[in-house]
């Protein structure tokens, strides 16, 4: 059942929740490379998850992931990494191409090999500080108040990793239908956008955890995202949970009841 509820979970938290800095990161290289190349790109982000994924469920009990997140010079560091994946962006340029009819409208200036573009994947995911956060969120919930098993949380996070990373393929496939649609100005314009974008990732990121470090009347809560995703994996982990016990009950009414007649 555990297998199951990750697979639901990572499909609902890629629905309402999956639009960060590598959600946008994917676009582009769909949009740039097309499919079967940008997909290096969603490999990597689904290594980085894994490996931090691995990392906190062997080490929670020796790191305090959640207090190290809040140290300001490692929210710095994150936050500027951002920042300077968004300046690589905005300044990525590409330019007019000529073709017949359903060709491409532009062509880029870089050809990176499939190896770059996953490992442009993975920095992005794993230097992208609100990434480490949401999983100390989620390691923590199952760890903590949902108490499972080592053996049902490794169960879990396979199912909830192996959908983020079919979701993430699909939006890649998604993505990478538009590529006839983009002109050279208009890429260009949602290279700009998207590097906008990670840089006020990076901003706020560092912002906020100044806020928190600087004023300790503020209170550390979780963020939306955190909390959101933590609702959604103890809401659907209770239900079937209560699904599961009513069906076990209804069977062995019947079972009973069916011995009952015999005798």
Known sequence: MEFLIGILCGILLSVLLGFGPSFFGLIQSSV??????????????????????????????????????????????????????????????????????????????????????????????????MVWIYWVSVVSLLSGEMGLTATARFVFFAGLLLSLFGCDLLKCRLASLLQTWFTAFRLNMFNKVLGGILIAFGIYFIVSRMVVHFNPEVDHVESGTQKQSTQIIQSLHQRMAKDSAKHADTLYVREDGAGGAGR
Request: net charge positive.
């Open 32 to 129: 740039q490379y097309g499919f079967r190349r940008a997909s290096a790109f969603v490999v990597g982000v689904f290594v980085s998850d894994l490996l931090l994924v691995l990392a906190m469920l062997v080490l929670l009990k020796d790191v305090d992931f959640d207090t190290m997140l809040q140290n300001i010079w490692v929210a710095t560091i994150g936050g500027a990494c951002l920042i300077a994946f968004g300046i690589y962006s905005f300044c990525k340029h590409v330019k007019p191409a000529s073709g017949k009819r359903g060709k491409l409208k532009f062509r880029t200036v870089d050809n990176p090999s499939v190896l770059r573009l996953m490992g442009h994947g993975f920095l992005l995911n794993l230097l992208n500080p």
